[in-house]
């Protein structure tokens, strides 16, 4: 037997609508890599001693999809396990989120016609079984975004059973190790993947062939990460089959413009991008802002991939979907809201990050431990050394700001607690006129607002004080030297103000923040006033 390179405790999870062939790839390819097969549909039956049929009838469907929730709990504390589960099961998100814990998923695809012929009459099919052909057809066009969404598919469509075990084996042989997978799931039913490992750059050709895709391909970067990291996508873009062109931005904020956006659609143009080709951005949130608004432009609109190579962009730019460039008149003033077919983060591309962008990332990591992640935050609290740049931590700190976009993926609510930090930090930024950086910007606005919420007894001192020590052992600095009124001044002028009145994101504990409140004006220059120091940031 092949050696598979999937660590051993992992599940391996099949999904894809009814008749794809999970249940009989997935005992064949248990047994081929001498694993426990399990099978959510005939557990449940099992369980309940009837047909899902039956269920269906008697209890009706939500009845089962809570059986098929509570079973995905238990699954994820098992390992070692091939698991086929039930066609519905990833149609909800808390189901995709927590198999995604347990182990890699793979989605067995086949034509409405493959499928048909495998479900026959439709027997114990609860979902076609009054008329077969029309619900298959209608169920599966309403379920693709989702099921396309899942990081590998594999096309089962009149391929021999043994052949689609191999294709399986060669996809977790390839791939199945390296990656840790965050499901994002969308409101039309859809979503995309947010693939987080070391040294998994070279896995986007593979996974974007894996996609379908054939067209052309743009890749994106700026002049440093093009150095550094470009070679890797595009030899695996190339050994993919595809033509990928290297399309090369200067560094920094400026290209984060109208000029460069230009140059960029000329660039565009003169490789043959069409519209069914592929722009991914790689590098850091200027490159994925840059690129990812002129692939939601471009021939009103082509597929994008992002593979962050910053902290900052991983855990922050490259999930929810915003991108844009600046105006004259302020930053990220035009732009448009652009899912990516896929993310790529590659923690290994980090070694080569300054410090100073390492900091800048670290300020957005505490941040989403404040927002919605108190064991991260007690874990960075607890260790001696500041955490090592691991797929976990970014793993973790992804997946708040997924939890947050998941609720309001247009920025009109909850997202607003993302801005935690944030109120102070760009008034910080403009004052300073930008010398005091954005990461620095956001640690003093967090300790700003957290001694707010302790005056205003959302909180308590001890609270703020754990968020304070922990900003400075990771040497961020909590003091400014700015003048108190220009800082009020920049707050209420915000874009973010509504109706002239500055709402802040305040902290309830670790772990729990609050958006949209405001602040006694003497509160915020009191705390503004305990925070200035000749020695402060300026
Ligand atoms: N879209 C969003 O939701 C969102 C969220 C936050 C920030 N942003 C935007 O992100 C931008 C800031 O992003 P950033 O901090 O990543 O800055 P950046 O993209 O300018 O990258 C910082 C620097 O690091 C270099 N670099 C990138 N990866 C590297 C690597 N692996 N090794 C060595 N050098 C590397 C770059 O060349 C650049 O000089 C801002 O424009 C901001 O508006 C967007």
């Given at each position: 037997m092949r050696r598979l390179?999937?660590?051993?405790?992992?599940n391996i999870i099949l999904a894809g609508?009814?008749?794809?062939?999970k249940t009989t790839v997935g005992r064949r390819l248990a047994k081929r890599l001498g694993r426990t097969f399990l099978d959510t549909d005939r557990i449940i039956e099992e369980r309940q001693g009837r047909t899902i049929s039956e269920i269906f009838q008697s209890e009706g469907e939500e009845y089962f999809r809570a059986l098929e929730k509570e079973l995905c709990e238990e699954i994820v504390q098992q390992g070692n396990a091939v698991v086929a589960t039930g066609g519905?099961?990833?149609?909800d998100r808390d189901n995709r989120r927590t198999m995604s814990r347990s182990g890699i998923i793979l989605r067995l695809a086949c034509t409405p016609e493959a499928a048909l012929e495998r479900i026959g009459?439709?027997?114990?099919?609860p979902k076609v079984a009054d008329d077969p052909t029309a619900r298959v057809k209608q169920l599966l066009a309403e379920r693709e975004p989702m099921y396309a969404s899942l990081p590998f598919q594999i096309d089962t469509t009149g391929c021999a059973l043994d052949q689609v075990v191999d294709d399986i084996v060669h996809v977790l042989s390839n791939v199945g190790k390296r990656l840790n997978v965050i499901p994002v799931s969308l409101p039309d039913g859809g979503g995309y993947s947010i693939a987080v490992g070391?040294?998994?750059?070279?896995l986007v050709g593979p996974m974007l062939r894996n996609r379908k895709f054939t067209s052309r391909v743009a890749v994106v970067a700026d002049e440093n990460v093009a150095k550094l990291h470009a070679d890797t996508a595009m030899e695996s873009l190339r050994n993919s089959g595809f033509e990928p062109s290297l399309c090369v931005m200067p560094p920094g904020?400026?290209?984060?413009s109208h000029e460069h956006l230009l140059r960029l659609y000329g660039r565009f143009l003169e490789i043959g991008l069409d519209r069914k080709g592929v722009v991914v951005a790689i590098g850091g949130g200027v490159i994925g802002d840059l690129a990812g608004f002129a692939a939601a432009s471009y021939m009103r609109g082509v597929a994008l991939v992002h593979c962050p190579t910053t902290l900052l962009a991983m855990v922050d730019?490259?999930?929810?979907g915003k991108t844009g460039v600046d105006l004259p008149q302020g930053k990220n003033l035009v732009g448009a809201f652009k899912q990516p077919v896929f993310v790529i983060s590659?923690?290994?591309?980090?070694?080569?990050?300054?410090p100073r962008e390492v900091r800048m990332g670290m300020a957005e990591v505490i941040k989403h431990t404040v927002i919605d992640d108190a064991d991260l935050f007690m874990r960075m609290e607890r260790e001696s050394e500041a955490l090592k740049l691991t797929p976990e931590l970014i793993r973790r700190s992804v997946a708040v700001k997924v939890r947050v976009v998941e609720t309001d993926l247009f920025e009109?609510?909850?997202?607003?607690?993302?801005?935690l930090g944030h109120t102070v930090g760009h008034a910080l930024e403009q004052v300073s006129g930008y010398r005091i950086g954005h990461g620095d910007a956001v640690a003093i606005g967090l300790v700003a607002v957290a001694r707010m919420s302790a005056k205003m007894e959302l909180t308590s001192p001890e609270v703020s004080d754990r968020i304070e020590t922990l900003l400075v052992r990771y040497g961020?600095?909590?003091?400014h030297n700015c003048d108190l009124n220009a800082i009020t001044a920049a707050m209420t002028a915000d874009k973010k103000t509504l109706a002239g009145r500055v709402r802040f994101v305040l902290v309830r504990d670790v772990g729990t923040v609050e958006p949209g409140l405001q602040v006694p004006q003497e509160i915020i220059r009191e705390v503004l006033d305990e925070l200035r120091d000749p020695g402060g940031a300026a």
């Open positions: 390179a999937l660590d051993d405790h992992r609508f009814m008749g794809t062939g519905g099961l990833f149609l009459s439709g027997r114990n099919r070391d040294g998994i750059l070279d904020e400026q290209s984060k730019s490259s999930v929810g590659d923690t290994g591309t980090l070694a080569s990050l300054p009109a609510g909850r997202r607003e607690v993302l801005n961020f600095p909590v003091r």
